[in-house]
């Protein structure tokens, strides 16, 4: 919309110059000096003088004997609509780099890589993490919770997670030689909540952001390999969340040699599904030559799945 005059608007009474009025709101959304409104009262003069130059194009071409209500209406529909189609779509498809950027999140050299965790599942970023060896951040957000995981080449060192969508806070503790032990314990437990939470997310988005470690980071005295860090996670989960999960006809195979796995700290059950995959037996023939119930079959897939050990064999092709 170009720069225009405004025309004098003559001819109104009162409760058209309130009508009039109302449409400021709209004129708002683009930013432009309106030209001079003569011949009203003020205050109205001032308030309109205020108004933007899509208004003031808009109330030029009012008829002088028209239903001022009605073209009014028409006017703020038709400014609304430009809005809408216009300026609020660019502002939706700006990424979400931009948006992290604008919001001081990150530094706009610092972003690695951001996704959707619909397509980029977290365990699978996790994972990336870790085979890149990565000094890193993992921020993640939703409407349901938002998190951050912090990693030392690869291995984690702390983290933080808030419900809803508000940031998290900083739990970081004041670490030193002289830490307790139930200090410790409570950074890992914070760490597999967070992690656990962070897995069970459906939607939602992600950022790793390279950073160089804060003294307070670099302080903390435990580096958690990702594979003990996913499987403690994944033990937290609750037997509701293995109902109807695994399709008995699914076929694991085994991404880690039986010598490795025996370095993880595996449960006897997770031990025993493990050593009955051989990349051809379903999940229902496991379960019947395990001898363990189907729940306690499903979990132990459920975290040698997301530690790494094990994939589905639809995902060697």
């Not at 110059?17 to 432009?32: M, N, S, Y």
């Not at 419900?163 to 998290?168: D, I, L, T, Y």
């Amino acid at each position: 919309i170009t720069q225009q005059e405004a025309a004098p608007i003559e001819f109104l009474e009162a409760p058209e110059i309130e009508t009039l009025l109302e449409i400021e709101t709209a004129a708002d959304i683009i930013q432009q000096e309106a030209a001079p409104i003569e011949f009203l009262e003020a205050p109205e003069i001032e308030k309109l003088q205020t108004a933007q130059t899509p208004v003031i194009a808009e109330l030029e071409k009012i008829p002088m004997e028209s239903n001022y209500t009605e073209y009014i209406d028409n006017a703020v529909e038709r400014i609304t609509k430009k809005f809408l189609q216009e300026e609020f779509q660019f502002t939706i498809q700006k990424s979400m780099k931009d948006i992290l950027k604008q919001t001081g999140v990150i530094k706009s050299s610092d972003i690695i890589l951001s996704g959707d965790l619909s397509v980029f599942p977290i365990v699978d970023v996790l994972h990336l993490i870790t085979d890149k060896k990565l000094t890193a951040k993992l921020s993640i957000f939703s409407d349901i919770l938002s998190a951050e995981i912090y990693f030392d080449q690869g291995n984690i060192l702390n983290a933080s997670k808030s419900n809803g969508s508000a940031a998290p806070s900083d739990k970081t503790i004041q670490f030193s030689r002289d830490s307790t032990v139930d200090e410790i314990h409570s950074l890992k437990e914070n760490i597999y909540d967070t992690i656990y939470a962070a897995i069970e997310l459906k939607s939602g988005s992600f950022s790793i952001e390279k950073i160089s470690l804060s003294d307070n980071l670099r302080d903390i005295p435990i580096r958690l390999s990702m594979s003990t860090a996913l499987i403690e996670a994944s033990r937290k989960a609750n037997d509701g969340v293995f109902s109807g999960m695994f399709d008995e006809s699914t076929v694991f195979f085994k991404v880690l040699r039986d010598l490795t796995i025996k370095d993880y700290n595996l449960s006897k059950s997770e031990l025993r599904i493990s050593a009955c995959i051989n990349g051809e037996r379903s999940i229902g023939d496991i379960i019947d030559i395990s001898g363990l119930d189907k729940m306690q079959a499903s979990k132990a897939f459920y975290v040698l799945l997301n530690s790494g050990i094990i994939k589905t064999c639809k995902g060697r092709i």
